[in-house]
């Protein structure tokens, strides 16, 4: 299938829509899930037009899960969470919504369960002061 530019996140790396972003490199962004699974949950996504994984050359793909590992790092930190959930889904299928690649990082708490996955919006000022928590933990502006 081809890439759909109007999807929300292409939306968010034209800067047409706005996005509490924690990280930003020549090739990666990443900013807080406005559903979030859990508190900290952020999305890292390539700023190339890819769908999927299977769209990413091999390059690409091990820069985005290296961005990811960075950021989950810090989140583990900033969130004080005893583990961290990576999830990534490939197709309507397999419960990917936003057709643009892109990784989840969900910080986890012993013996506390997901909020359920894309469901109910979250704070804005909460969403805001998440992303400056890990901006610290990442010591970025
Ligand atoms: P997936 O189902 O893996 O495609 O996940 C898409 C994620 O994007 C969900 O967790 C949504 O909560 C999240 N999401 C949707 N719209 C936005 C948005 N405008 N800003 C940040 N996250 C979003």
Redesign the pocket.
């Known amino acids: 299938m081809s890439y759909n530019p109007k999807n929300?996140f292409a939306k968010?790396l034209r800067g047409e829509?706005p996005?509490h972003k924690v990280y930003e490199d020549e090739h990666t962004l990443a900013?807080?899930?406005?559903?979030p699974q859990s508190d900290g949950h952020t999305?890292v996504i390539p700023k190339v037009f890819a769908e999927t994984v299977f769209d990413l050359s091999p390059d690409a793909l091990k820069n985005l899960i290296g961005v990811t590992q960075h950021i989950a790092t810090a989140a583990k930190t900033a969130f004080a969470a005893d583990g961290v959930t990576l999830m990534q889904?490939n197709g309507a299928a397999a419960?990917?919504?936003?057709p643009h690649v892109?990784f989840?990082i969900i910080p986890r708490y012993t013996g506390k369960s997901l909020q359920a996955?894309?469901r109910s919006m979250a704070d804005n000022a909460l969403l805001a002061q998440h992303a400056e928590q890990l901006r610290a933990a990442l010591n970025t502006p």
Do not use: K, R, W
């Open positions: 929300i968010i829509i996005a900013f807080m899930d406005v559903m999305l889904f419960g990917q919504t936003v892109h989840h996955h894309g």
